[in-house]
C-alpha cells in the first residue's frame, strides 16, 4: 500500500489559476478528508489525481515511486478507483454490467460479464465489498440514491485498485445512507482521499484532514488538531468546536454562524419611551 505524495502541484483551466503550488501528503491506508469552502479547489485536485479533465498541470502526484501525472491512462485507472461527483444519466444496464464498464479501460479487448479471464468474479466481487451484490439485477435507472452510491462504489472498486477517490460521496444522501457510504469506503484497507462538505462527517471518518483556501493548502494533519476554533472561523466562517461523542468514541464538529454587530448589542435595554414598534402606533 502507498501513499500520494503531491509536491509543488499548480494548476490552470485556461488562463485562470486554480491550484497554487500544493505541497501534501496522503496517508497509506487511511481515510483523508478534502475539505475547503467552496470554489477553494477541491475537484480540481481530485482531477489532478485521477486525470480527469483537460487543465494545464505542473509538480507532480507520485503513488510510491511513480509520477500519477505521466502514468498511461489504463495504468492510472487500474490503481485509482473514482467515485464521481457528478450524477451520470443512467445506462440501460444492470448494475453488475455497469460495475463492470469499470474493467473496460484497464482490459485490452472486449469482454462481457459471460466471458474469461475472471470478469465475473470481479464483478461479484466488488459488489460484494461495496454492500451491493443484492443489486446486481437490477437495471440501473430504478435505483434509490443511496443504492446507486453503492453500485458506483462497487464500480470504482472493481479493478481493486490501490487508492479510492470520492468526489462528495455523500451528496443527496440522507443521514443514514451517508454513514453506510463512508462505512464501505474504509473497509478494505484502501489509501482514500474523500472531499467533502461536512465538517462533521470529515471529523468522524478521517484520520486525516486536508484543508485548502482559495486554491492554496492552509492546513493538513490529524483533524483534531487542524480543526481547531480559529480554523473555523476563518475558513469557514462559522464558529465551531470539536466535541466528544461518549457511545461511538469519535468526535463531532458543531457549528454555529458568526456573530454579526447586531448580535452583540446589549440585550433588553429599549431606549426610554418604549420599543420602536410602540412608537409607530402612537
Request: positive net charge.
Amino acid at each position: 500500500m502507498n501513499a500520494l505524495t503531491i509536491r509543488g502541484l499548480s494548476v490552470s483551466l485556461g488562463r485562470t489559476p486554480v491550484l497554487h503550488n500544493i505541497d501534501a501528503h496522503i496517508p497509506a491506508g487511511r481515510l483523508t478528508a478534502l475539505v475547503g469552502p467552496n470554489g477553494s479547489g477541491k475537484s480540481t485536485l481530485l482531477g489532478s489525481i485521477t486525470g480527469v479533465g483537460g487543465a494545464r498541470r505542473s509538480g507532480s502526484i507520485h503513488l510510491g515511486t511513480e509520477d500519477v501525472l505521466r502514468m498511461r491512462p489504463r495504468e492510472r485507472a487500474r490503481r485509482i478507483g473514482v467515485l464521481p461527483q457528478e450524477s451520470e444519466p443512467s445506462p440501460p444496464l444492470t448494475v453488475a454490467e455497469m460495475v463492470g464498464l469499470g474493467l473496460a479501460t484497464i482490459r485490452p479487448r472486449r469482454w462481457t460479464l459471460e466471458s474469461g479471464h475472471g470478469v465475473r468474479r470481479a464483478v461479484d466481487a466488488a459488489l460484494h465489498r461495496a454492500g451491493a451484490f443484492e443489486l446486481a439485477e437490477r437495471m440501473v435507472h430504478t435505483l434509490s440514491g443511496g443504492e446507486r452510491q453503492r453500485a458506483l462504489l462497487a464500480r470504482a472498486l472493481v479493478a481493486d485498485p490501490e487508492v479510492l477517490v470520492l468526489d462528495e460521496p455523500t451528496n443527496h444522501l440522507d443521514l443514514a445512507h451517508q454513514f453506510d457510504v463512508l462505512d464501505l469506503a474504509t473497509k478494505g484497507g484502501h489509501t482514500v482521499i474523500a472531499a467533502l462538505h461536512s465538517l462533521d462527517l470529515a471529523l468522524q471518518y478521517a484520520q486525516h484532514l486536508l484543508v485548502l483556501q482559495h486554491g492554496k493548502v492552509v492546513a493538513q494533519g490529524k483533524p483534531l488538531h487542524v480543526l481547531d476554533q480559529d480554523l473555523a472561523r476563518e475558513v469557514f466562517k462559522v464558529r465551531g468546536q470539536a466535541v466528544p461523542d461518549r457511545f461511538e468514541g469519535r468526535h463531532h464538529f458543531l457549528a454555529s454562524p458568526l456573530p454579526t454587530p447586531h448580535d452583540a448589542r446589549p440585550q433588553g435595554n429599549e431606549p426610554h419611551g418604549g420599543s420602536g414598534t410602540d412608537k409607530e402606533l402612537k
